[in-house]
């Protein structure tokens, strides 16, 4: 009797690799911090302006924002330019925000961007968003990113809501960046 091999016909699974990730594992006092905000999100800018001011407080040195406004053409371009001028301007960064799935892929592309000039980052979503987010960084080859997950929606709340969501999520967001006492 003859035997028949079967192969299997597809290949075997890559390993999965991660790009490095980087934290802080230091107060912030001192630093430079960076804070991306989309023009599209009310929301948004009301927490990156909550947390600037924590920042402040808490004594980071200098917080520099970028505010972008699209993600292709010129105009989006321009955008990627000002991320790359930011991550070299800073020791950390906070970017967001991802509440849809334009401005998930770009806030993420974005993070991305800053965590490879070697900077701990963390990329901002909303909860409706976060599987997208995730699966965009590793896509990005960089699947460890922080990602801090927001509740969604946002952009309908109060200022007071918003106040009590950027005082709960500003300690994990530090958190996520290594920051230490």
Known sequence: MDTIRIRRP????????AAPTFRLDRPVVGLRA???TDAAWRSWRFLAADWTERLRAD????????????????TGANDRSHIADLADAVDFAIVG?????????FAIADAVAIEQRDRP?????T????????????????????VLVLP?????????????????????????LGVRP
């Open 10 to 17: 597809t290949a075997p699974p890559v390993e999965a690799v």
């Open 97 to 105: 925000l991802g509440t849809c799935g334009s401005c998930t892929s």
């Open 121 to 125: 980052v963390v990329a901002v979503v």
């Open 152 to 176: 969604y929606p946002l952009e309908a709340r109060t200022e007071d809501d918003l106040r009590t969501i950027a005082a709960a999520y500003y300690p994990r967001a530090l958190e996520l």
């Open 59 to 74: 004594g980071v040195a200098a917080v520099a924002t970028v505010e972008t406004h699209a993600q292709v053409g010129d």
């Open 127 to 146: 909860e409706e968003f976060a599987t997208h987010g995730r699966n965009m960084a590793t896509h990005l080859g960089h699947a460890d990113l922080a």
């Open 34 to 36: 960076g804070i991306r």
